[in-house]
């Protein structure tokens, strides 16, 4: 059960117990995914917590967590416009990175006390660059290098970036990491990711219990709270969608594509009468179907999992292992379309999408390649037609 500060703001869903406040509800996490900070964060360093922020699925939040920090997934949640970062970045870049870059220039990052940087996409890798160049940084700023492609050589690369920056953070914040802190984190992570395929069963159903934007919006709110607290929290929620009676019916679909934080475009999506049932992105499915092993080297179980879990656009070579992971959700959670949505100007995500597009259509499957904005950029008024449309194409 987490418990905050009196001074934290109080959601609603949050109820006084005494003179703290105690929380531990669906409505609770799902209202914590709505903006950057959160009461857990703000308690967290309120006490003197450190906060790690990252910009990737690749990014080992183990490391982080078993040092005993709160790796924070860097999002664009909240911005309301990019004029800043557009002197930087220039308006023909992904949107995401734009909406992030935006709110560390607004000094809306002003909490974090680290920042790691993968080397993503072109996008992503340019935000280094800008945020490096403008100033108003953290005091520990990394650069984290992750292979394109999936080879013998590009793993032993990735363990040694790993270990670069494990080194890195230890030296920097005067923290060694002791004998079992690893494990432990490891079993957290993995606990949490099971919780979460839990929810995932759920979703499974004739009539789910929770809709797309619901789930999407807790699996947000995992990457903004230390894991353990957060995993407390979510076995109270899965308990409370047993017990709200509500079911969500329409046509079963699956999203598809660039990173979305945003369950705006799910409500979207959902408001036209469909429902998502999965998804195939790293704030979703992508980022829990596999486990880091337990039992034998933390670390190097560790490097395995994250470098060989199931890839995003930005991996080269391999296809038919991820339009393979999408023929399995299709066939479990009954698929009857698929909505490919990527942001403009990405051009990995784009490919990939013009593919499984073309092979999906062979073999049965309706699809929808939707290009998009993030946050205020999106066209609303054009996505909801081109749902309306798609819809009536499987058949209301």
């Known amino acids: 059960m987490l418990r905050l500060l009196e001074s934290s703001p109080l959601p609603k869903g949050l109820k006084a117990v005494g003179s703290r406040l105690k929380v531990g509800s669906l409505e609770t996490l799902i209202r914590f995914s709505s903006r950057i900070s959160n009461p857990h964060l703000e308690e967290w360093k309120g006490k003197g917590g450190r906060v790690i922020g990252y910009t990737c699925s690749y990014f080992p939040e183990e490391l982080v967590h078993a040092l005993g920090m709160l790796p924070f997934r860097i999002r664009g949640t909240g911005c309301s416009g990019t004029s800043l970062a557009d002197t930087w970045y220039g308006p023909v870049n992904c949107s995401y990175t734009r909406c992030c870059l935006q709110l560390v220039l607004e000094g809306r990052y002003g909490f974090l006390d680290g920042a790691v940087i993968s080397r993503t996409c072109d996008h992503v890798r340019r935000m280094y660059d800008c945020w490096k160049a403008a100033g108003n940084l953290p005091p520990f700023f990394y650069y984290f290098g992750v292979p394109h492609t999936l080879t013998e050589h590009g793993l032993e690369f990735y363990r040694g970036e790993i270990s670069s920056l494990r080194r890195a953070l230890e030296e920097h914040f005067g923290k060694r990491l002791e004998e ?50 957060y995993n407390g929290m979510l076995e109270e929620a899965l308990e409370e969608i047993e017990e709200r009676g509500r079911e969500h019916r329409g046509a079963r679909l699956m999203v598809v594509g660039s990173v979305n934080d945003d369950s705006e475009l799910f409500r979207v999506i959902e408001g036209q009468g469909g429902v998502v049932v999965t998804d195939s992105l790293c704030f979703g499915m992508r980022s829990i179907v596999d486990l880091v092993e337990e039992g034998g080297d933390p670390f190097e179980s560790l490097v395995r999992r994250y470098y060989y879990h199931v890839p995003c656009a930005r991996t080269y070579g391999e296809f038919e ?33 013009s593919l499984f597009s073309r092979r999906l259509e062979e073999e049965g499957v309706p699809t929808l390649i939707l290009e998009r904005q993030y946050g205020p950029l999106a066209e609303v008024g054009r996505i909801r037609t081109r749902i309306q449309a798609f819809l009536e194409r499987l058949g209301g």
């Open 180 to 229: 079992g802190e690893l494990e432990e984190a490891v079993r957290e992570y993995n606990r949490g990711r099971r919780l979460l395929l839990r929810l995932a069963e759920r979703r499974k159903r004739e009539a789910p219990p929770v809709s797309g934007q619901e789930a999407l919006a807790l699996h947000v709110t995992s990457t903004s709270m230390r894991r353990e607290v």
């Open 321 to 353: 292992r991820k339009l393979g992971f999408l023929r399995r959700l299709i066939k479990e959670w009954r698929v009857e379309g698929v909505i490919l949505e990527h942001m403009k100007f990405c051009d990995t995500h784009g490919g990939d999408n």
